[in-house]
């Protein structure tokens, strides 16, 4: 059975870091797209960041570009979120989702698997 673990969420101040990963189990990562979500709540989910092993592709949202950094480790079969500058409005919980085929990150509505996410939380 495919699975996505998410780890590595908890509480940190504005201005702290957090990395966060998502280990997949049952199928590899190498040739697929991946993407971290967040949603705070009372608002809709929101894509963040995704990366392409299948085409190269990026993208991150306008929110967090230049903050939030995402990338893969094949051998670990895991995909990062390095977050930083964090400020109160990232607050939320952050999941990850995996498209096997490999499709392009703007093409949107593609993730076929999920994990069941990690909160983050930004306060002092």
């Known amino acids: 059975q495919v699975q996505l673990v998410e780890s590595g969420g908890g509480l940190v101040q504005p201005g702290g870091s957090l990395r966060l990963s998502c280990t997949a189990s049952?199928?590899?990562?190498?040739?697929?797209?991946i993407g971290w979500f967040r949603q705070a709540p009372g608002k809709e989910r929101e894509e963040v960041a995704c990366?392409?092993?299948?085409?190269?592709?990026?993208y991150y949202a306008d929110s967090v570009k230049g903050r939030f950094t995402i990338s893969t480790d094949n051998a670990k079969n895991t995909v990062y979120l390095q977050m930083n500058s964090l400020k109160p409005e990232d607050t939320a919980v952050y999941y990850c989702a995996a498209d096997p085929y490999g499709r392009n990150c703007y093409r949107g509505d593609i993730m076929d698997f999920w994990g069941k996410g990690t909160l983050v939380t930004v306060s002092s």
């Open positions: 049952e199928f590899g990562l190498d040739y697929s797209t």
């Open positions: 990366i392409s092993n299948g085409d190269g592709s990026e």
